[in-house]
């Protein structure tokens, strides 16, 4: 039950960066501009470029922790699942202390965890 639940919580994790990818490298001017909402508005069309890079490694995170899931050996897959969640969280962390306390709760939260449930699982 353990594993289910870590496994649910990693794929939550990924999808909510597939949505972060989206809003970075389709939806910065629209839906870019509640998500981001300390960012001054005449500064999203400027940034474009920057969200849309940003985006992407939002999406090598996602791809990292899916790729997860495709793996057949157990160990690896959750070595691989380890990894990318730490990167989740470190980002999330650092997101937090240079832009805005609230990416901790959104995005390293959740990694943490997910991660925590990973170990308890193994």
Same mark, same amino acid.
């Given at each position: ?8 919580? +990693? %794929? ?6 597939? #949505? ?9 001017? +629209? ?10 508005e005449?500064?999203?069309? !400027? +940034?474009?470029?920057?969200? %849309?890079?940003?985006?992407? #490694? ?9 790729? *997860? ?7 690896? %897959? ?7 969640l730490?990167?989740v969280?470190?980002?999330?962390? #650092?997101?937090?202390i +240079? %832009? *805005?306390k ?7 939260? !959740?990694a ?7 170990? #308890?699982a193994s």
């Amino acid at each position: 039950m353990v594993l289910v639940i870590a496994q649910i919580l +990693t %794929a939550l994790v990924a999808i909510e960066h597939l #949505y972060i990818l989206w809003i970075e490298m389709f939806a910065w001017e +629209t839906a870019g501009k509640r998500a981001f909402n300390i960012i001054p508005e005449d500064l999203f069309k !400027p +940034t474009k470029g920057m969200a %849309a890079n940003q985006g992407l #490694y939002n999406g090598f995170l996602a791809a990292g922790l899916i790729w *997860s899931f495709l793996i057949s050996d157990i160990n690896w %897959a959750e070595n691989i699942r380890l990894f990318f969640l730490g990167c989740v969280i470190v980002a999330g962390i #650092y997101g937090a202390i +240079t %832009a *805005s306390k609230k990416i901790f709760f959104i995005q390293a939260l !959740p990694a943490i965890i997910a991660l925590i449930f990973v170990l #308890y699982a193994s």
